[in-house]
Structures are given as C-alpha cells and as structure tokens.
C-alpha cells in the first residue's frame, strides 16, 4: 500500500472538519466565524462544513445564514422550545455533523482564524480532544480576572492541567461526545471529562481577538453559574461512583461535632442531675449527630444502587484489545504497520500516534474520500501545492515525532534540533520553548526550536538551542528560513529580551552579527577501525598504544601502570564525579548530575558512556557521547588530573571512534571549543582541522549587544580563580544551580 501512494502525484484527501456553531442568544454574529475559519481551513487545505444550531426562536439570522450557504457547506438546526443551553445545542450539532474532526465555537469570532488549522492539527496529530488557551486576552479585566479564579479553582481542586478552560472554542472527535455525556452548562468541563475517561486531551495556545457580537461585562449571574459548575463538576469527577465518601465525610464530622457538643450537657445531667430541657447546646448537638447519620445513611443506600448496577456502568475506555496476536484498536486507526513511511505531499512524518506507532498523513488518505468531503472542498483543491501561502505557527502537542522526522532529513538536522533535547532542557532548568514550523499547506518547509532563558548574567534571550553546540535555523528554501527568522524576531520583540542567538553550524546569507569565538571539529571515519590509529600524528599514536600495550610504554612505571581498556558501560555517577572535577579546575560552574540522568532517561542507548579503566579497576576518565544518524557526537568529558599527561585522553577518543566504525557510523564530532583554547589545540594535535562556528544574533532589545559573558572574557578570570579554588563539594552544590543561567 505504501509503495503505491508514493508513485501517485496526487495530495492526500484531507479529512472533514465539521465546525458546529450554537446560537442560544440574540447577540451573536455567525458570519464572522463562517467566513474566517472557513478561508482559514480551505487554505490549508481542509474540506469543511458549519453546522449552525439554533436554540429557541431565534430568526433574524435565517436569511443571513442562507446567504453565506451559497459560498459555503451550511446546515441550519433549529430546535424547539428554546432555552434548551449549550450543551444540548452542542451535542446536536454534533449529532448531525458529518466529519470526524469536530470544533466547537461560540456565535462569534473569538480567537484568530488561522489559530482554527493548530486545532485541528492537533486532533490529526492524535489528540481526542484539543482545549484552547486564548494568549495575551484582550477582554475586559473583570472577565479575565473571574476567569482566571475559575481555572485557578479548577487546577487546585480537580488537579485540571488546563488555563482557560472558559474559551467557546474547542476540538475533538466526533466519537468523544458518544462517551462523554455533557448537559446544562458542562460542555465547558468537555476537556476535563473527556480527559477523566480516558481520551487524549491536549491544549493548544491561540491568539485571542476582540469578540464582535457578544457584550464586554459577563452579568452577576455568569460568576454564580461558574462557581457552582465548579461545585458541580467536582462532585461528578470525584465522587457519582463513591458516594458515600462525600456524604460520609460531611455525616461522619457532623456526626463527631454533634456527640462533642452533647457530652458537657450530658456529664451535668449525669453527675450534676440538671435539666436537659434549657440546655439549647444539647439540642444543637443531638440534630447535629442525628444529620450525621442520615448522610451516612444516604451515602449507603447510594453505594447500594451503585452495587446493584454496577454491570451497566462504565467509567472508563477501552484502547486496544489483544486476542493472541492480533491487536483490536478502540479508535478508529490502522494499528497494522508499526512505522509507515510518508508516500505522498511532502513525505513527512505525521505524528498521528496509535497505541506507539506513527502513521503517516498517507495512511489516513488511504481510506475512500466521503462524497460530502469531496463536494463541500472548496478553495485550494485545484491548486497546486507551490502556489499555497506559506505561515509560519508554534509547533503542536503530538507533533514531536513529525518535527524529528524533519530534523533527521535535513542535511544540517544535528542531534541537538531533537525534540527529546529541548525535554530535557525543559525538564531540567524550566525555559519556556517556542518551537516554530513554517508551513505550506502540509508541506514542512522548515523548523526553529527557540528557548527563553532569563539569567542575572546575560538577561532575557531567546536561544536555539541552549546547552547545545549547534542549533538555529533548518529550512529548505532561503524564504521559509527567512519567515522564520522573521518570526523569531518578532518574538523578541513580544517576550522583551535583548537578542536572539541562532547557533548555526554554517554561514547564513545576510549580515547579521556573528561570534567568531568558538570552531567545531568533525571528521569523516574510515572503514576500517583499524585505520584510526593511522590517522593520528606520530606522537599521537605512541601515546596511543603505551596506554593500550604496556610493553610499548617508554619508562617501567608507565608500564606497570598502563594496560588501559575502554568500554562502553560507563555509568552516569563516574561521568559526573570526573567532568564537575574537570570544570572546577577550569573555573567554571558544572552541570547538575540530574541532567546527565535526565539525557539518559530521554535517549537511553543514544546517550553512551565510555570510560577508560586501569587494571585495577578504577575509572580514570569518560566520555558521553550522543548518537544520529550517522554522525557520533563526543560531547561531556572528564578524567582525572594525575593521567591527562599519560596520552588516555587521546587513548579514549581512539576508542570511542573504533567503536562508532563497528556499529556502523561514519562521521565524528568532536565539539566546539574557543578558538586558540587548550581543548582546541588537543583537538589539532589529533588531526583534527578547526572549522568555524557561525553564531547569528538578532539585536532586538534597545542597546542589545552581543554577549560577552564567556570565558575568555578577562572580566572573568578572577570569578574563574576563586571558582577553581573552591572546595568540590561547594562547586557541586552552587554549580548545578548557576548552571540554568548559563545556558
């Protein structure tokens, strides 16, 4: 099947998008969301249909609706009464909906048109339902400070990872709704719920536009309504299949409360014999006690009900059924292929996942186009892919194995425009990503991973890629990379940092700033391991095998002390104990030990450790080295200070590129370093020939410059001496939290 759809020039059949539309008030404008998310989805090359339902006698949009049914696929529900509420609305829109990729909106355009195609990306990139969280809103104060109490409330109470779960617009798959029942005013806990049974609920951020067609104030009324759904969603999640938790809770501690405030009365009629009859405490207490233990009572016969029915309740979804070796699916994809390649459009992986799998934007055009699809296409159907606008957006939940998939095609992708580096960095010293694809309908013309780091010693940037060597820019064509470029600035500009720093790996075309600090070292491998010995200079070598074969060694110490072994079982403590000594005696801060555990979690057997050990055992240097494609990056070192003279240094490297031979690699790299520093001339000593690092900064904030917070810098020699002087210990502890700044 594969191989057929990539002989075939034809563009994957896109699916349906169905947005529904309720309108349960008056003050309400359609056409403005008809007509925007409309041009939005076509241009992106979407078949769409709007279901508009209408709650009650609401007439004065018939006409209107009519109109716009003429340019586009319009469906009007009316039901009747009136009153009916959103969720009703909602759930019958859906009802008559057509496609599997459902979004909700509200009566009038509340966020950007084009912020509609992230939504439904995000469903396509496996997402059962996509919550909105509306960035830098431009409604009344009152509204956003309500707001924000409500989804603060919400995050404490019900442990919802959501921030506006408020916003009218939302995404989900037309089967969600099957499972999920929603009435009253619930279709705003949809994500909540849907998360709870199961579904795959993410969030995606959209710009946020002034809402035409709806009031600025929300009335008293809307607060009410919102803190008791809080009330209410909190008892459905928590407690409809535990009842007599909550009515036991309360019953059990009025109950307690109740007997308490009974045992004074009752010791003065014991002991004392005093009347009972003027005591109003007494009285008090015996209600109390007595409530108590008829919300017990409740929260019984509730459990008992439950009990009884208990076979026709469930709270829960089924993924994936296996029947020997055969795999039933819950949803509705192709768990067969557990990796197919992209046959058609740009060939890119896309990050639908199914049960681990990623299924290409191929597999899903396999199926037979809907013949509703096919007629309510409009726009771009007859155009080719080159003629479509290209935009550029921030990468969406689900899409970490379609941007992978990009990086690794690139002829520049480099370990470190990986999606699993910019988790780790997150995970480890907390900077905001702001990762961007440039897109031409759903061709992938290029990717910026960018990073907002916020440091006492450089100030606010934003850097791509932080604790890396290399990063900035992949793109196809000189404008994708410029629209990304243009962007980037852009959010310079909004975040208010000083600069951008792009670590490019080669020059770009412009004349923007450069640092000229830093050069790289890579090599090409031979074929054969045993080449790499030749390679090195003859006192290279030497070295070389007297750290290999002690016989070779020129003194008896050197002999009875070598007979070195390199092997790749390293452990991540001998690395750390051996690379924060090394930094110490350089002056500068280390890394913390968890982020070496954290490269270990994220890439396990991509991030090796060699070590070199003498025969007695112990470890006297290691070496992390990182693993893509085809290149073996040598990346964090450290060996102890009595051997740097004895050529295991260069002993290890040998090593480790012997070893990259053997498992089928053909280049090495070995790094950056400063220009003229010790590291670089070792580098040379082995062969290697500097290239140039070309760093591009963008100079965004007013009087921004070029960092200078580096350590050649003769500002930081003293800060560097008293650092190398500092006990390990107290390297160790202040190292690794200087470290975030340093990025």
């Known amino acids: ?110 966020i950007e048109p084009l912020d509609v195609v992230d939504v ?110 809080i009330v209410a969603i909190t008892f459905l999640t928590r407690f409809t299949q535990r009842p007599l938790r909550f009515f036991g809770y309360i019953g059990f501690s009025a109950g307690i409360i109740g007997i308490l405030l009974t045992l004074w009365p009752l010791y003065d009629k014991i002991i004392l014999d005093k009347s009972l009859s003027d005591r109003p405490l007494f009285v008090i207490g015996a209600i109390l006690a007595a409530f108590g233990v008829q919300l017990i009572g409740f929260g019984l016969v509730g459990e008992i009900i439950i009990f009884t029915q208990a076979p026709n309740l ?74 479509l606008p290209i935009r550029v957006r921030a990468l969406l939940p689900g899409e970490d194995a379609r941007w992978d998939a990009y990086v690794s095609r690139h002829p520049q992708g480099t370990f470190f425009h990986r999606t699993g580096w910019s988790r780790a960095v997150q995970e480890m010293f907390r900077h905001q990503s702001s990762h961007l694809v440039v897109e031409q309908g759903r061709k992938w013309l290029g990717v910026l991973p960018l990073f907002l780091t916020k440091s006492p010693f450089l100030g606010k940037n934003l850097v791509s890629v932080p604790y890396s060597v290399y990063g900035g820019v992949l793109a196809s064509d000189d404008r994708a990379h410029e629209a990304l470029v ?47 010995m030749k390679g090195l200079p003859k006192k290279r070598r030497a070295e070389v095998r007297a750290a290999r074969e002690p016989a070779a060694a020129a003194t008896k110490k050197k002999r009875e002390s070598f007979g070195i072994k390199v092997t790749a079982d390293g452990t991540v403590e001998e690395l750390f104990r051996l690379f924060a000594d090394n930094k110490r005696r350089l002056g500068s801060p280390t890394l ?44 964090y070192s450290g060996s102890l200070p009595e051997v740097n003279h004895t050529g295991v240094n260069n002993f290890i490297y040998c090593a480790i590129m012997e070893w990259a031979i053997e498992n089928g690699y053909r280049r090495f790299d070995f790094g950056r370093s400063r220009a003229d520093s010790g590291p670089a001339k070792f580098k040379e000593n082995m062969g290697f020939v500097a290239e140039p690092l070309h760093y591009e900064y963008l100079l965004v904030g007013k009087g921004a410059e070029m960092p200078q917070f580096h350590p050649s810098n003769p500002k930081l020699a003293l800060p560097r001496r008293v650092w190398s002087r500092m006990p390990m210990r107290l390297c160790n502890m202040f190292g690794g939290r200087l470290s975030r700044y340093l990025p």
């Not at 006409?63 to 009703?88: A, C, N, T």
């Not at 940092?497 to 890579?522: A, C, H, I, Q, W």
Request: proline share 5%; glycine share 8%.
């Open 314 to 387: 469930r709270d829960y979804k089924v993924g994936e059924e296996i029947d020997g070796a055969h795999v039933i699916s819950g949803g509705e994809s192709d768990p067969d292929a557990a990796l197919q390649l992209a046959a058609a459009s740009d060939g890119v992986l896309q990050a639908d996942r199914v049960e681990g799998s990623v299924v290409d934007d191929a597999e899903s055009a396999s199926a037979p186009a809907d013949p509703l699809a096919v007629a309510v296409r409009r726009g771009d159907a007859s155009e080719k892919a080159e003629d």
């Open 120 to 229: 439904v990306k995000a469903l396509e990139a496996g997402a059962d339902c996509v919550a909105t969280w509306r960035d830098r809103r431009i409604d009344p104060w009152l509204n956003q400070l309500q707001s924000r109490l409500f989804n603060w409330m919400l995050r404490i109470i019900m442990k919802a990872p959501f921030h506006d779960l408020n916003s009218g617009t939302r995404g989900f798959r037309s089967h969600v709704l099957e499972e999920v029942a929603v009435y009253g005013e619930l279709y705003r806990f949809l994500p909540v719920l849907a998360a709870r049974q199961g579904f795959r609920v993410v969030e995606v951020r959209v710009r946020h536009r002034e809402e035409q067609g709806r009031s600025g104030f929300y009335g008293v009324g809307v607060y009410l309504r919102r803190l008791l759904d």
């Open 486 to 532: 243009e962007e980037a600035e852009r959010l310079g500009h909004e975040f208010g940092v000083g600069f951008v720093e792009m670590r490019n790996l080669e020059k770009r075309v412009g004349d923007r700033p450069e640092s000229k600090l830093y050069v790289t070292f890579r090599c090409d491998l031979p074929e054969d391991p045993a080449e790499v």
């Open 592 to 635: 913390p030990l968890r982020w070496f555990q954290a490269l270990r979690d994220e890439f396990g057997k991509a991030a090796v450790i060699h070590r070199a050990v003498e025969p007695s055992g112990r470890t006297i240097a290691a070496v992390m080295s990182f693993t893509f494609k085809d290149t073996v990056y040598a990346y």
């Open 1 to 110: 099947m594969t191989e057929t759809l990539a002989k075939s020039s034809a563009p994957p059949e896109l699916p349906l998008v169905s947005v529904v539309i309720a309108i349960t008030q008056t003050e309400a404008n359609p056409r403005t969301v008809i007509e925007g998310f409309g041009t939005a989805l076509t241009d992106a090359g979407y078949p769409c249909e709007f279901v508009v339902v209408i709650d009650g006698p609401v007439t004065r949009f018939d006409d209107e609706l009519q109109e716009l049914g003429k340019q586009w696929s319009v469906r009007i529900v009316s039901l009747e009464g009136g009153g009916l509420g959103e969720s009703i609305a909602l759930s019958a829109g859906v009802a008559k909906a057509t496609g599997e990729l459902v979004v909700n909106a509200p009566p009038y355009l509340q």
